[in-house]
């Protein structure tokens, strides 16, 4: 068996690169190491499959060519380190924010982050929500204290910049693709058993970032107010709650 483990270990080192310690297993060393390509070409292909699969958005912008070309020099730099693939590739929009045919694409690593966090939210733990009818028994005093937690699949992203509203053109394949100046956020969850997804304003991102850090209730409207004086932060509150964002309360309420 320790043989067997040493030799399991030796072919993974040889599908990262270094054959050496392969050497006691093979009787011509120079043609057993060649035929190590078939093995690395199928990974690399896998690697690359999966970066697609992970990341449409950033394929569908650049094209076929440009996006395998990219991901097959990831897979080389950053191989994975689990055999399910399913996820692979939490460090590519860092990646592309350093690789050089990708800055005269600066927009590329941000849609990146975004279709990242979709496969996060994609593979979350499930939990139930929190229903409205969960704040039916509570005085006004108790409501405005309340903490909500949000949803393990919950993810939000803020940008300075409309690139929220190009990723969402761009996932629905839309052909109008353009980059607005405007500050924009991405609210992603995972209600039922697909992800969904919509742009939120400055009011829902302060709400939302609020509760993240266990803000109560009152104090997360007051940011939200701040961040937006014109949003109408009742229906605000609603949608969110018809989004399934949050967990149940943890005062026993049934959800």
């Given at each position: 068996m320790s043989e067997l483990?040493?030799?399991?270990?030796?072919?993974?080192?040889a599908m990262a690169g270094d054959g050496s310690r392969l050497s006691p297993w093979l009787a011509q060393e120079p043609d057993g190491l060649a035929g190590l390509t078939v093995y690395r070409n199928t990974i690399a292909r896998g690697c690359v499959d999966a970066l697609a699969a992970n990341f449409p958005t950033v394929l569908s912008l650049v094209g076929e060519d440009w996006f395998r070309a990219a991901a097959a020099r990831f897979a080389r730099e950053v191989p994975p380190t689990q055999a399910a693939l399913l996820d692979y590739g939490e460090d590519f929009p860092a990646w592309l924010d350093r690789f050089?045919?990708?800055h005269d694409l600066p927009y590329l690593a941000g849609v990146a982050h975004l279709d990242r966090l979709w496969t996060e939210a994609l593979f979350e733990a499930e939990?139930?929500?929190l229903v409205a009818g969960a704040?039916?028994?509570?005085s006004p005093e108790d409501?405005?204290?309340?903490?909500v937690t949000l949803h393990p699949a919950v993810r939000v992203a803020v940008f300075e910049?409309?690139?929220?509203?190009?990723?969402?053109?761009?996932?629905?394949?839309?052909?109008s693709l353009e980059l607005s100046g405007s500050p924009e956020g991405l609210l992603l969850c995972r209600p039922g058993s697909s992800v969904a997804f919509r742009v939120i304003g400055p009011a829902d991102a302060a709400f939302l970032t609020a509760c993240r850090a266990g803000l109560p209730l009152a104090e997360a409207i007051g940011l939200a107010a701040e961040a937006d004086p014109a949003a109408d932060l009742q229906t605000l509150f609603a949608t969110l709650i018809a989004d399934g964002?949050?967990?149940?309360?943890?005062n026993g309420t049934p959800t």
């Open positions: 483990l040493d030799f399991q270990d030796a072919f993974v080192a050089p045919p990708a939990a139930p929500v704040f039916t028994a509570l409501l405005a204290g309340t903490q910049a409309g690139l929220p509203s190009l990723w969402v053109a761009a996932r629905r394949g839309s052909e964002v949050f967990r149940p309360l943890d």
